[in-house]
T-cell receptor, first 114, second 116 residues
Framework: AQKITQTQPGMFVQEKEAVTLDCTYDTSDPSYGLFWYKQPSSGEMIFLIYQGSYDQQNATEGRYSLNFQKARKSANLVISASQLGDSAMYFCAMVTGGRRALTFGSGTRLQVQP | DGGITQSPKYLFRKEGQNVTLSCEQNLNHDAMYWYRQDPGQGLRLIYY???????QKGDIAEGYSVSREKKESFPLTVTSAQKNPTAFYLCASSARRGAPYTDTQYFGPGTRLTVL
């Protein structure tokens, strides 16, 4: 079985600063993908970034980067230069070779302060 | 513009009634999924479909039913057997190309169901 753990229910960050959202995962499948989604108050889940288990380099997408530490089974999301519009819930999720559907963590609520 | 649409945005149901949530995509994706989200929690998988006329139960399928007669459509019926259906329901789709663990899912805007 696979599991995603997000230990930070809520985080605050000042505008223009960087913030790291934690995610640890557990799976016995050597093939897996890790995803981060943003959920604003409207409810829609917005895909941010993907990291595959065989990728040698950390993924980056604009202001988002994924700090992937395979041995520690962690996949932390780093948001640089935070903006007020980054205030939202953030979910870490995983797909494995044996299970195509996403397994989600419980999420972290990020609030960006001016 | 390609995307996923869900309707209605808000739905109210009386106890004992069946209701159907619509999900349509024009992304030409093969796979479609239904998730449920309860307040303050992550999403849980209800059903998914990899191809037309085929679908599999997810982690919390009891009290729900689906059909996949067209590639673009994956409606979810919440039956009276679902004990606590009040929740936010999200539909997703993915292209299903390449290895399974590389398949990115994209979501619709969701339907908020309330049982009166």
């Amino acid at each position: 079985a696979q599991k995603i753990t997000q230990t930070q229910p809520g985080m605050f960050v000042q505008e223009k600063e960087a913030v790291t959202l934690d995610c640890t995962y557990d799976t016995s499948d050597p093939s897996y993908g890790l995803f981060w989604y943003k959920q604003p108050s409207s409810g829609e889940m917005i895909f941010l970034i993907y990291q595959g288990s065989y990728d040698q380099q950390n993924a980056t997408e604009g202001r988002y980067s994924l700090n992937f530490q395979k041995a520690r089974k962690s996949a932390n999301l780093v948001i640089s230069a935070s903006q007020l519009g980054d205030s939202a819930m953030y979910f870490c999720a995983m797909v494995t070779g044996g299970r195509r559907a996403l397994t989600f963590g419980s999420g972290t609520r990020l609030q960006v302060q001016p | 513009d390609g995307g996923i649409t869900q309707s209605p945005k808000y739905l109210f149901r009386k106890e004992g009634q069946n209701v159907t949530l619509s999900c349509e995509q024009n992304l030409n994706h093969d796979a479609m999924y239904w998730y449920r989200q309860d307040p303050g929690q992550g999403l849980r998988l209800i059903y998914y479909s990899q191809i037309v006329n085929d679908f599999q139960k997810g982690d919390i399928a009891e009290g729900y039913s689906v059909s996949r007669e067209k590639k673009e459509s994956f409606p979810l019926t919440v039956t009276s057997a679902q004990k606590n259906p009040t929740a936010f329901y999200l539909c997703a789709s993915s292209a299903r190309r390449g290895a399974p663990y590389t398949d990115t899912q994209y979501f619709g805007p969701g339907t908020r169901l309330t049982v009166l």
